[in-house]
């Protein structure tokens, strides 16, 4: 199973309403469980590295009168962006004491990692689509995102 089918499966079980689905193939296992419940998610080792990311903080219980946080209202960026492929948790570096994969300024080539996007406890690079300068980064690290919500605003070289 590559990347693109995990992604895939990804979306598919995120829609459905299902709460668990394992997958065994030859030499990969996926398991998957959505719900308030979930604690573990384990994957068997894939033919691309696992990055770790900063360990989450969970809250026990929240007080009744706890104000809602809402999201901020979307960027429209300017220029050609390189989007979120999946919903999901945006990260900058591969660990918290590492430094970040991109800043402002500099000039990536296709195929080169800009970032990870976490989802359902599974790291996902984010790849550049073409070489380019990144000119802005949306996202803070740790940010939620979602889909096709821009991450980077770049400009092709």
């Known amino acids: 199973m590559d ?9 598919i ?15 990969t296992k996926i398991k998957l469980e959505k719900g308030i419940g ?7 080792p894939v ?8 360990p989450s903080q969970v ?18 960026p300017s220029g050609d962006t390189i989007n979120s492929p999946m919903v999901g948790t945006f990260y900058r570096c591969p660990s918290p004491n590492a430094p970040a994969y991109v800043n402002v300024g500099d000039k ?9 996007i976490e989802a359902m406890k599974i790291m996902n ?22 889909y096709n919500s821009p991450l980077f605003v770049v400009e092709k070289l």
Not at 13 to 27: G, K, P, V, Y
Not at 47 to 54: D, E, G, L, R, W
């Open 13 to 27: 079980f995120d829609a459905s309403t299902l709460n668990r689905l394992s997958i065994t193939q030859e030499t």
């Open 108 to 116: 990536v080539k296709k195929g080169q990692t800009l970032g990870i």
């Open 38 to 44: 979930s604690v573990n998610a384990p994957v068997a």
């Open 3 to 11: 990347f693109k089918d995990i992604k895939e499966l990804i979306k």
């Open 125 to 146: 690079e984010i790849e550049a689509e073409f070489d380019c300068k990144i000119l802005e980064i949306i996202p803070n690290d740790a940010q939620p995102v979602e």
């Open 59 to 76: 809250t026990q219980s929240l007080p009744q009168a706890a104000p809602v946080a809402t999201a901020p209202a979307p960027v429209t």
């Open 47 to 54: 033919s691309s590295p696992v990055v770790q990311a900063a």
